[in-house]
């Protein structure tokens, strides 16, 4: 079964803190995706990551794909109140059919 | 360009009650999900469809859970008759390639209540 372990579940800081959130998994994944879900909203796509080791940057916001493709990182600089959300990685099923499975989330509170 | 449009937003029923939600995708999009989010955890997949063809409903409880999307463009979700349990939220989505390097575009979900 593959399975998207995300770590750690809850994140409270203070703005200007910086912070990474992990995405783990047992399983070789093809590609990774990372969602960002503020409250009573949709999860909105971040970034892809498909190359092992490739490392993405937006603004603040750097993720980082395992060599291996089993794991993924998402570290955020200096974060601002707006970064407050739950973080979501998302990976395709193995098995076809041509879904994503999705991790449990990390919930980042960033307090001003 | 309009988003992934749900409705209704919030739904409060009692138990053994019937519930439907509906969902227009972004314009074009082939491929549609119907996902649930139980509180603080990710989406799970119910179904999707490859236009109006239901090509992945492995997760979909059957027993009380259906779906349909008619002419390959709006869909419905109903669940009859809603249990305690089913208290959630209920995420549309559409995309228009694979899942591997595409997007996934959700709409703002729809949050029922079952008491």
């Known amino acids: 079964t593959q399975l998207l372990e995300q770590s750690p579940q809850f994140l409270s800081i203070q703005e200007g803190e910086n912070l990474t959130v992990y995405c783990n998994s047992s399983s070789v994944f093809s590609s990774l995706q990372w969602y960002r879900q503020e409250p009573g909203e949709g999860p909105v796509l971040l970034v892809t990551?498909?190359?092992?080791?490739e490392v993405k940057k937006l603004k603040r916001l750097t993720f980082q794909f395992g060599d291996a493709r089993k794991d993924s990182s998402l570290h955020i600089t200096a974060a601002q109140p707006g970064d407050t959300g739950l973080y979501l990685c998302a990976g395709p099923f193995s098995g076809g059919y041509n879904k994503l499975i999705f991790g449990a989330g990390t919930r980042l509170a960033v307090h001003p | 360009e309009a988003g992934v449009v749900q409705s209704p937003r919030y739904k409060i029923i009692e138990k053994k009650q019937p519930v439907a939600f509906w969902c227009n995708p972004i314009?074009?999009?082939?491929?549609l999900y119907w996902y649930l989010q139980n509180l603080g955890q990710g989406p799970e997949l119910l179904i999707r469809y490859e236009n109006e063809e239901a090509v992945d409903d492995s997760q979909l409880p059957k027993d009380r859970f259906s779906a349909e999307r008619l002419k390959g463009v709006d869909s419905t979700l109903k669940i009859q008759p809603a249990e305690l349990g089913d208290s959630a939220v209920y995420l549309c989505?559409?995309?228009?390639?694979?899942?591997?390097?595409?997007?996934?575009?959700f709409g703002e979900g729809s949050r029922l209540t079952v008491l």
């Open positions: 990551v498909v190359t092992g080791g």
């Open positions: 989505a559409s995309s228009l390639g694979v899942v591997d390097t595409g997007e996934l575009f």
């Open positions: 314009s074009g999009h082939n491929t």
